[in-house]
């Protein structure tokens, strides 16, 4: 007989575990609030996956939590990656997220060991280099030779979210495929960016400057890429961000029906 538990994994569409990140909302409140910015779970619902969140997993649950879901899409912060995770010391100015950084350090290599298709966007892609051995610069803009990646002083998100510089493509990868070409423009929002680039991964997208802007993971089953810009922003009218989020949605399914369910 079938359970109700996979019964109800039969009915749904393919579940994508989205982390949340935690922090502190209202002075008043002593305590802190699991949140997720909605324009992920939007784009991710727009190509037929259901976002779920787990607010209380740690490291410990992420075997388990791995075998419910579909897909993993790691997503952008405003909080850092704490420099201690790759031999540094926080700035005094970092906002950081402990509980998802132990999380998600644990959850990267899980995802890809097991097959589970990892999608890892801005700190998502840095959580990636940093669980597999990486480092970052923790100021871009403070590095000489590069540029400043942070989003315009402007309050206003389709200002924040313009298209900012153009990346470069590795040929034959499937980032030139979703461009249709060897460039792309993209938007740019990010303090942190990739310093030493971890074993495992291959670097395919870079900005004018050099800095890497989107990696694949080598030893993957499946898919398992990082961006650094933000596709989930008004995807559909972007043809390069939206056929990434196609893709992964193809890769979820996949992922699904290679279990069994349907």
């Known amino acids: 007989m079938e359970s109700v538990h996979d019964t109800v994994m039969r009915a749904t569409k393919p579940l994508v575990w989205l982390p949340a990140c935690h ?11 699991s949140v997720l910015a909605d324009r992920y779970a939007s784009a991710v619902t727009a190509v037929g996956l259901q976002p779920v969140s787990f607010p209380m997993a740690q ?5 388990a939590l791995l075998s419910l879901v579909d897909g993993v899409l790691l997503t952008g912060s405003p909080s ?30 899980a995802a890809i060991a097991s097959g589970t ?3 890892g966007v ?9 669980a597999l051995g990486g480092s ?12 400043n990646h942070r989003e315009p002083d402007d309050e206003d998100p389709a200002v924040q979210f313009a298209l900012a510089h153009q990346v470069r ?3 034959g990868s499937v980032f030139a495929r979703w461009a249709d070409g060897a460039t792309a423009r993209v938007n740019s929002l990010h303090g942190q960016g990739v310093r030493r680039l971890a074993p495992g991964l291959s670097a395919e997208a870079h900005a004018p400057d050099g800095l890497i802007e989107g990696v694949r993971a080598t030893g993957a089953q499946t898919f398992a890429i990082g961006v650094q810009w933000h596709p989930e922003w008004h995807h559909a009218a972007y043809p390069f961000y939206e056929r990434s989020f196609q893709d992964f949605a ?7 029906l290679g279990r069994g369910r349907n």
């Open 136 to 147: 970052l610069h923790q100021r871009v803009d403070e590095v000489p030779g590069l540029m």
């Open 169 to 171: 493509l590795a040929p």
């Open 122 to 130: 801005c700190r998502g892609m840095q959580e990636m280099n940093v």
């Open 23 to 33: 922090r502190h909302l209202d002075l008043s409140d002593p305590g802190s609030y």
């Open 117 to 119: 298709p990892l999608f």
């Open 250 to 256: 193809q890769a979820c399914t996949q992922h699904r």
């Open 59 to 63: 490291a410990d649950d992420v075997p």
């Open 80 to 109: 850092n990656v704490d420099a201690s995770r790759f031999g540094g010391q926080a700035l005094a100015t970092d906002l950081l997220d402990p509980r998802r950084d132990a999380l998600t350090m644990a959850l990267v290599p």
